[in-house]
Each structure stands twice: as structure tokens, then as C-alpha cells.
């Protein structure tokens, strides 16, 4: 490949998102990871892709429902130019409810979406008859969503990088190169978190544990589960993916008594879950930024610099967004990004 117009370090998701974003409007792209794609948390196995709560809207809420939005084209581009599936579909999601005031905050939500979000999804409240993969639900209802979707986390990847390729950019593994060329984009998660945090001398983010796990079973085309905290996410290769925990005090990389616990609450939740097998088992650190928003854009010290990291539990909702705004800052200088999500609102330059 000839000299490239950006360099992304990191072929995570928001990595090979802002790599793809570029590629398509004709920028030579290399992307390099010192390990292997989705080594870190973009690597798991659950990919749930939800709204947040249609209240309270802010830049965060609003960024997120376009990314949302924009998913089903945007992910059909990749598998169209790659040839791999990435495991998209937009089935929506399902909530039980637990009591008279939950379903009247849950009516008042919905008409905060009748107003939010354009006429292109819905939040309601319908009743529930427990039957079947639809959850039990003490007040009687749930709330359905039609805005959430699924994606299978590993094969995205997979077709971000075939895209990639396809479009004659580059994807290096287990590579730490020097020969930086054109701007950089550090997309580097929970290790690249904590380096800033080294650097700066305070913390501004770092890992925190999750844990999940597959279970065979076979529902393709109904919608998630969201009960209890715990993620129910059915995918199109006969699994379901139950998670996640979040463990502040998490240590290890392994799996825990926690994930066995969380298999036996979704067990409780659907009882069509009580006799599917493990598949696998999944602990991951995912990089969450103090402040709890995405970190995007120019490194306020570093000239030609850039940081796309935080994506915490949303990275593959925020994914479509995060790519197109990055691509948008460094290949053409427009902003686009939320005020919040910039560098410098969570650290200023350090002391030299």
C-alpha cells in the first residue's frame, strides 16, 4: 500500500469504524493493532444495540438515536462491499415492567419518542402474556421498543475488515508500527484509557470487567430482552447471548461465580432459556471513560492526533456515528462531534 492519508491504531470496533468511514470516501487507510481484531471488549459476544430513555434528551441521546437511525444502511454497505454478514437486525426490545408507576413513567417515555424520534421508531407499552420468549412481567405490561437491534459483535468485525480490504485499505495485526503516516486515530480501549490516565496523572477512564455467555438455542427473529439487568439478545446462529455484568472491583480476565449467577437469573426471566446448553463463557474489560460519554476527537497536545475510545456498553450502537464524525473531523475539518464527547472537556494538557 502507498503512504497512507490516516493511520487508526486499534481495529476495534471504533477503530474499523472510523477505517471504514475514511476508506469509502477514497482515503488510503492502515490500520494496526498490537494484538489481533476485537481483542478487547469489541471481542465479546452479546451485542445489544439499544436506545437510551427518550427523556432528559441531551447531544449524548441525540447522537446515539442517529447512529441508531443510520445502523441498518450503514451495516448493509459493509456486508454488501465485504461479503461477510455482520449479524445485523433490527427486531426491537422488549422491557417488563415491575409495578402501576413504572408503566406510567414507561407511557410518559413513550410520548417523549412519539416527539424525539422522527416518526421512525416507537416506545409503548403493551400487555403481557408471558408466553413464549415474551418475559413475565409483575405489573402485567412491558415496554416495546422498535428502535433497538442486534449485531453479532465478532462477525461485524469480520466484515468491517473484509469492507476495509475490500476498498484497498489495510488491517495489520499484531503489529505496533512506528512508521506512522497522515493523521492518527488512536482507538485503542481500556489499555489506551489507562495510558492517558498514566500520562495525566489522574484518572480519566480505564477497563471495567463484564461478563457473558451464549446459549444454544435457536430464535432468530425475536426481539431482545431487557429484564432485571440482564441483556437477553437472540442471535441469527441459533444463540442467545445473556449479559452483562459490571464490576467495578472485577479483577482477572477469566469468568466468575458472577456470570454463573447472571445465567441463572436469565434462566428465571425465560423459562425457554432453562435447558439450553452453554456454549461459551466470556470476561472482557471494557473502556469507560470517567465522564461515561465516547472521547472523540483531536488529542488537545498531540498535533495530528486523535482519540476515538469509551465506548463502554454502547460502542456498536454509537459505532455508525463515532465512524462518520471522526472521518468527517480529520479527512474534511467539519465538527460533528457532541461538545461532551471532545478531549479536552474531560482532561486538560498535562504539566510537561
Known amino acids: 500500500m502507498a503512504t497512507a492519508d490516516l493511520t487508526v491504531r486499534g481495529a476495534g470496533i471504533f477503530g474499523l469504524s472510523v477505517a471504514w468511514a475514511a476508506v469509502r470516501r477514497g482515503a488510503r487507510v492502515r490500520v494496526t493493532d498490537v494484538a489481533h481484531v476485537g481483542a478487547g471488549a469489541s471481542g465479546g459476544v452479546v451485542g445489544a444495540m439499544a436506545p437510551h430513555v427518550p427523556e432528559g434528551w441531551n447531544g449524548k441521546k441525540a447522537f446515539q438515536l442517529d447512529s441508531l437511525l443510520m445502523a441498518h444502511d450503514w451495516w448493509a454497505a459493509v456486508a454488501a462491499t465485504g461479503g461477510i454478514s455482520p449479524g445485523y437486525a433490527r427486531l426491537g426490545r422488549l422491557q417488563p415492567l415491575a409495578d402501576a ?13 412519539a416527539a424525539l424520534w422522527q416518526g421512525r421508531a416507537v416506545w409503548r407499552v403493551i400487555p403481557a402474556s408471558g408466553v413464549g420468549w415474551q418475559p413475565a412481567s409483575p405489573s402485567g ?25 475490500a476498498k484497498g485499505g489495510e488491517v495489520l495485526e499484531g ?8 493523521p492518527v486515530v488512536w482507538a485503542t480501549g481500556a489499555a489506551g484509557l489507562a495510558g492517558l490516565s498514566r500520562d495525566l496523572g489522574r484518572v480519566v477512564g480505564g477497563g471495567q470487567k463484564g461478563q457473558a455467555a451464549l446459549l444454544r438455542l435457536s430464535l432468530p427473529d425475536v426481539p431482545q430482552i431487557f429484564a432485571d439487568g440482564v441483556h437477553l439478545v437472540p442471535h441469527a446462529d441459533g444463540t442467545v447471548a445473556v449479559g452483562s455484568t459490571t ?22 426471566l425465560c423459562p425457554l432459556l432453562a435447558d439450553a446448553p452453554v456454549t461459551e463463557r466470556w470476561a472482557g474489560f471494557r473502556p469507560r471513560a470517567a ?62
Open 291 to 352: 465522564h461515561r460519554a465516547p472521547i472523540l476527537g483531536a488529542w488537545p497536545w498531540r498535533p495530528g492526533h486523535y482519540i476515538a475510545n469509551g465506548g463502554f456498553k454502547i460502542g456498536f450502537g454509537m459505532a455508525p456515528a463515532v465512524g462518520e464524525a471522526m472521518a468527517d473531523l480529520v479527512l474534511d475539518g467539519v465538527m460533528r462531534i457532541p461538545a461532551d464527547f471532545l478531549p479536552d472537556v474531560l482532561f486538560a494538557h498535562p504539566a510537561r
Open 141 to 165: 405490561w412491558l415496554v416495546e421498543d422498535t428502535l433497538s437491534a442486534r449485531i453479532a459483535p465478532r462477525a461485524a468485525l469480520a466484515a468491517l475488515v473484509a469492507a476495509i480490504r
Open 101 to 113: 408507576a413504572a408503566v406510567s413513567v414507561a407511557r410518559t417515555r413513550a410520548a417523549g419518542a
Open 247 to 268: 464490576e467495578r472491583d472485577g479483577a482477572g480476565t477469566g469468568t466468575d461465580a458472577g456470570l454463573e449467577a447472571l445465567i441463572a437469573r436469565a434462566r428465571l
Open 175 to 182: 503489529v505496533d508500527a512506528d512508521d506512522i503516516a497522515g
